[in-house]
């Protein structure tokens, strides 16, 4: 081989290593900034993750396209100096749910905020109320807000995250008046709406709640708000209205828990005995709130006066073990059973004149608990 050919050899051979090391390092550079400007904070379907929503809202970095973002990211490699420096990489940080890094840095663009516009101050004031709802400092996130709130008391957004706060505090009263306050602007949000409701619902305002439902059913009707309409009702003991609702939410969607048994519970208030055993065998055969469905079911068929077939329903309600209050009813209504065939009461009288209750204890529970999961 001549010189020549061994020289062409070594630099082609050296230049294939040169371009494969600039490819190596190419290669780990791109991994880096990928890594680095990866969104992880993304909006949430739900209304309560309300800080989450305007974060990923409001903060710019998060939905620009990956090349855009990359040269944002090599931006804040440099020394921050500015509040623009600053606000870009708490911005990168919030994309990257690094929210106690982000804080700080908001922090640092609010000591340097020299009047550049009150939008942006109204931003860095909720951000940093928003933040400090991720990193759970409930205290402070409040006093953010309230002074954001101070600098635009129509801003709707810090009304929810205020309520978001409320709700993790479990601090019904303030939950309300935050939803309710959201709503003065927002009329037509029926899904806050429906949380108001719940709300309300829980602190056992039944009518407040009850017009939520009803305004909702005006503007947006769905199953779901049919349904919760109705349980309502039953909670107020307005079994016709319940009885009503229940069955709207039934043509649309018959999936929800306990949907036929408390439409059950409605017509058997109402003496609507044949509906209320249809209803209840309904509930019973898709395995819904078997126990309580026995339970009521045998009630029906003794008013019904359908003796045998009631007490065996009534006996394997006591039998049960889903809901303790469900057993001692049934076994109480059992020993009024037995004591009143002891009397020779004849058979065709003594459901009739036996006080036979709507199992109306066990409907509280039952009720709320199937409202506030919604």
Not at 251 to 279: H, K, N, Q, T, W
């Amino acid at each position: 081989m001549s010189i020549k050919e061994t020289a062409k050899k070594f630099y082609y051979t050296r230049s294939f290593r040169i371009i494969a090391g600039v490819l190596v390092v190419t290669v780990f550079v791109t991994m880096v900034l990928q890594s680095a400007t990866l969104v992880a904070i993304s909006r949430s379907d739900s209304k309560s993750d309300a800080a989450v929503n305007y974060l990923a809202e409001n903060t710019e970095y998060v939905n620009k396209n990956r090349p855009q973002r990359v040269l944002d990211y090599l931006q804040t490699l440099g020394p921050q100096e500015t509040l623009a420096d600053y606000y870009q990489l708490a911005s990168t940080q919030i994309a990257r749910e690094e929210y106690a890094e982000a804080l700080a840095n908001i922090e640092k663009c609010i000591a340097l905020y020299n009047n550049e516009g009150r939008e942006l101050y109204l931003d860095l004031l909720l951000k940093r109320g928003c933040l400090q709802v991720m990193t759970k400092d409930y205290n402070a996130a409040l006093k953010s807000l309230d002074l954001a709130l101070a600098e635009d008391p129509d801003a709707a957004d810090i009304y929810l995250v205020k309520a978001q706060i409320f709700a993790e505090q479990q601090n019904m009263g303030a939950l309300v008046q935050s939803l309710t306050a959201y709503l003065q602007l927002v009329p037509g949000d029926s899904s806050i709406r429906s949380l108001l409701a719940q709300a309300q619902f829980t602190e056992g305002n039944f009518e407040a709640a009850g017009e939520q439902y009803a305004e909702i059913m005006e503007r947006d009707p769905d199953a779901q708000t049919a349904y919760l309409l109705g349980l309502n009702a039953v909670q107020k003991s307005d079994f016709a209205a319940g009885e009503t609702a229940l069955t709207r939410a039934i043509a649309l969607d018959d999936s929800f828990d306990g949907i036929y048994y408390y439409r059950g519970v409605c017509r058997m208030s109402l003496g609507d005995y044949p509906g209320a055993i249809e209803d209840l065998t309904i509930s019973i055969d898709k395995g819904d709130m078997q126990q309580a469905s026995f339970y009521t079911r045998g009630v029906c068929l003794l008013m019904n006066n359908e003796y045998e077939k009631g007490l065996a329903d009534v006996q394997l309600a006591a039998a049960g073990n889903q809901d303790e209050e469900v057993t001692k009813q049934a076994e109480l209504l059992i020993a009024e059973l037995e004591k009143a065939q002891e009397q020779t009461v004849p058979v065709g009288e003594t459901a009739q004149t036996m006080e036979i209750e709507p199992p109306a204890a066990i409907l509280p529970t039952d009720t709320q608990a199937l409202i506030t999961e919604q």
